[in-house]
């Protein structure tokens, strides 16, 4: 099973729009709606911030959404600001019934 | 409140095993699978496998089957996971994370357990 594929980097300035894709396959993000999204700052640990594609957990800003379209989806985070610097991770549960995550991608405020 | 904690860092040779624990606290311990993961120095996140304490079974990544086991104490509210033939490639931090309310996805994690394999 790959790794899904996101870009490596993604940057921002303040109350900017950016948008962070993750490209699979039609055995894991085309198959099922249930890709989720991870915030990892340095040197913690991953918190939730999407899951089945678009629905957002209690206590997540609605700055953050996401999407799908065939075998990839995207998380977008509106006005961006500081306190979203992190690396972003895509998570999907696949037809071996395994998971998979993203290739990771930073964001940075410019 | 819910708390996973791992045991701590492990330097081994190549060749060698390594056993993580991680103990589940503030829920009930055979309610929500607990899944493996690891990430290597600057590297993402890897799924490694999942474990289901009610029952035992398990799902391992295709990387990890033959090398992998997970196994649990239910009487401490524990899961382990021993991983086998050790090479400098499993230099990582492993963490295990909680499956909970929300299905396929991932809600409480361990603080990680770093493993370095080294001659």
């Known amino acids: 099973q790959s790794a899904l594929t996101q870009p490596a980097s993604v940057s921002g300035s303040p109350g900017q729009s950016i948008t962070i894709s993750c490209t699979g396959t039609s055995s894991d993000v085309g198959n099922y709606n249930l890709v989720s999204w991870y915030q990892q700052p340095p040197g913690k640990a991953p918190r939730l911030m999407i899951y089945e594609v678009s629905k957002r957990p209690s206590g997540v800003s609605n700055r953050f959404s996401g999407s799908k379209s065939g075998n990839t989806a995207s998380l977008t985070i509106s006005g961006l600001q500081a306190e979203d610097e992190a690396d972003y991770y895509c998570?999907?549960?696949?037809?071996?019934?395994?998971?998979?995550f993203g290739t990771g991608t930073e964001v940075t405020v410019l | 409140q819910v708390q996973l904690v791992q045991s701590g860092a492990e330097v081994k040779r190549p060749g060698a095993s390594v056993k993580i624990s991680c103990k589940a606290s503030g829920y009930t311990f055979t309610t929500y699978h607990i899944h493996w993961v690891r990430q290597a120095p600057g590297q993402s996140l890897e799924w490694m496998g999942i474990?289901?304490?009610?029952?035992?079974?398990?799902s391992f990544a295709q990387n990890f089957r033959g090398r992998v086991a997970m196994t649990r104490d239910t009487s401490t509210s524990t899961v382990y996971m021993e991983l086998n033939s050790l090479t400098s490639e499993d230099t990582a931090v492993y963490l295990c994370a909680r499956e909970g309310p929300i299905t396929y996805t991932l809600d409480y994690w361990g603080q990680g357990t770093l493993v370095s394999v080294s001659s």
């Open positions: 474990f289901s304490p009610s029952d035992g079974a398990t």
């Open positions: 998570y999907s549960y696949t037809t071996s019934n395994t998971y998979v």
